[in-house]
Each structure stands twice: as structure tokens, then as C-alpha cells.
């Protein structure tokens, strides 16, 4: 996420087998669970921190089988509700940009949608303290959203229901690029396959190429560019993208799979573009 401030974090280190009492006085900073065959080791940090603990773990010769460095939200909740300034800067930090990226397909204009995003911050700082948990705190964050959105789409006679956006323009593709449903041998299958890109690795991370991408995604009907821009520009989980734009699993896949295609279909035009130039 650009400019993003991540969120607290906390990590979990299984180590096989029960660490005896003296080994775990090494960790004492740490939370220890001691199961059948294995060890849980937890505390507070992100992934430079657990990697602190997996080197004197490996130096005392023990095995790790796995790692989890995740969100501490609960933390963050915590510092929220109390007031800390910082916490709620790095919030809003974290979402912003996403925030208006869903808010812009509810209202009419960018102006509308900055406007609906400073409405919300403000329905989470109300709203805080009756926060309970019972979802994530980034879907709660984003209900409010929507139905902030909502209100002012209709207010505006512009707002219609995300899940009624399902963009149903057929396939992205030419269907030419495929076999026929008869075909002896692959039945559906590519004809003619993607262009492979013969650019340096690097290419795909120039600025001109990246213009190309966020072109081709602002280009995209509205529920496809949301869901692209949650899933593959902010990094979100397909559940998470689910329950803040209230969309089945199945719906989210296929939005997903056309903006994709779609953006694809720009890069190959794109580079084809460049040889036929080189050429």
C-alpha cells in the first residue's frame, strides 16, 4: 500500500517439542505455550523481530516448524479507543486511499467521494467505543463507508447497490483466441496463448509501465476496478473484499478475473506496441 503505516504486529514461533524450563527462561519475554510435541512461542513484533527469535532458536539447535507474523488489531483497538493520535493517523494512513477508491463508486465525482471518506473517519471516531469486535475492524470501517456512500449517492440520485454492478460484459477476450466447444483435442482451450513479454524483469516496474497498469485498471467498469484495486493494488484477502463490498465469493472471482484480463490484455497491447516500434 503506498505510503501505508502498517498496522502492530505480533508473531508465532512452533518449535517442535516441549522446551524444558530452563530453555524457557531464555524466552522469558515471551509467551510460551507448551503442547502435545510442540512449543508455541508468541510476542510482539513484526518480522525483524521474529527473526530474532528464529536465530537463537536455531543457534540452540532446536527445530522451528512454522512462523505467523500477523496483525495485532486488538492492540490497535486498544490504543484507538484510548485516544492515541498516532494510532488513528496510521488508520487512516493504512485506508485512505482504499476508502476513496470504493467511495468513487457510490458517488458522482472524486470531490463527492473525498468528501464521503472525511464523513466516515468521522462515523469511526463516533463510533469507536461501540465497536465490538464482532468483525474485523477494517469491514467495520468499511460498512461505515458504504453505508455513508449510499446515503449520499441517493441523496445525489446517483447511488446504486455495488451488487448490482456486475459488469456482465461477456468475455474480455476475442473469442477467436480459443478453440471451439468441438474441437478434437482441446475443447475451450487457447488458440492463440498470451504474448510472452521478452523485456527485462525489471521492465514490469518502470514508470511507463506502471502508467500503463493504473490506466487500464481506472478504465475498468466500477465493481471490476474495486475489486482489482483491494485485491492486487492494496494486497486485500478475497474475504475481506467480499465482506466490505458485500459480494459472494463466486462474484468477486469472476470481477476479479475479467479486470485481470482486461489489464492484461492492455500490457500485451502495450508491449506489441514497443516491438512493432523496435522494429
Given amino acids: 500500500m503506498e505510503g501505508a503505516t502498517r498496522p502492530p504486529e505480533r508473531y508465532r514461533i512452533v518449535v517442535r517439542g516441549r522446551l524444558s524450563e530452563r530453555l524457557g527462561s531464555a524466552f522469558a519475554q515471551l509467551r510460551l505455550e507448551r503442547r502435545p510435541g510442540r512449543t508455541v512461542l508468541s510476542g510482539s513484533g513484526g518480522r525483524a523481530a521474529a527473526q530474532r527469535v528464529l536465530d537463537r532458536l536455531c ?84 460498512k461505515i463507508l458504504t453505508n455513508t456512500a449510499s446515503t449520499r449517492g441517493a441523496r445525489e440520485r446517483r447511488c446504486v447497490p455495488f451488487s448490482s454492478l456486475t459488469d456482465d460484459d461477456g468475455s474480455p477476450l476475442d473469442p477467436d483466441r480459443f478453440f471451439g466447444s468441438d474441437h478434437d483435442r482441446y475443447p475451450g482451450h487457447w488458440s492463440v496463448g498470451p504474448t510472452p513479454w521478452e523485456t527485462p524483469e525489471e521492465g514490469l516496474l518502470a514508470g511507463e509501465t506502471r502508467e500503463v497498469i493504473l490506466s487500464a485498471i481506472d478504465a475498468l467498469p466500477p465493481s471490476q476496478r474495486a475489486v482489482i484495486s483491494l485485491r492486487d493494488v492494496e494486497g486485500w484477502s478475497s474475504a475481506d473484499v467480499c465482506d466490505a463490498l458485500e459480494l459472494s465469493e463466486g462474484n468477486q472471482r469472476v470481477l476479479l478475473h475479467r479486470a485481470r484480463t482486461k489489464v492484461r490484455c492492455a500490457l500485451e497491447g502495450y508491449y506489441d506496441a514497443v516491438e512493432l516500434t523496435a522494429a
Wanted: charged share 25%.
Fill in 59 to 142: 543457534d540452540l539447535g532446536l527445530e522451528v516448524i512454522g512462523v505467523d507474523v500477523f496483525a495485532d488489531y486488538d492492540r490497535l483497538v486498544a490504543a484507538l479507543k484510548s485516544g492515541d493520535e498516532t494510532a488513528f493517523a496510521g488508520l487512516m494512513d493504512a485506508y485512505n486511499s482504499s476508502l476513496l477508491r470504493v467511495a468513487t463508486i457510490y458517488v458522482g465525482s472524486r470531490a463527492v467521494a473525498e468528501e464521503v471518506v472525511q464523513e466516515t473517519w468521522l462515523g469511526v471516531v463516533r463510533g469507536l467505543d461501540r465497536f465490538e469486535g464482532r468483525s474485523s475492524l477494517k469491514t467495520w470501517i468499511f
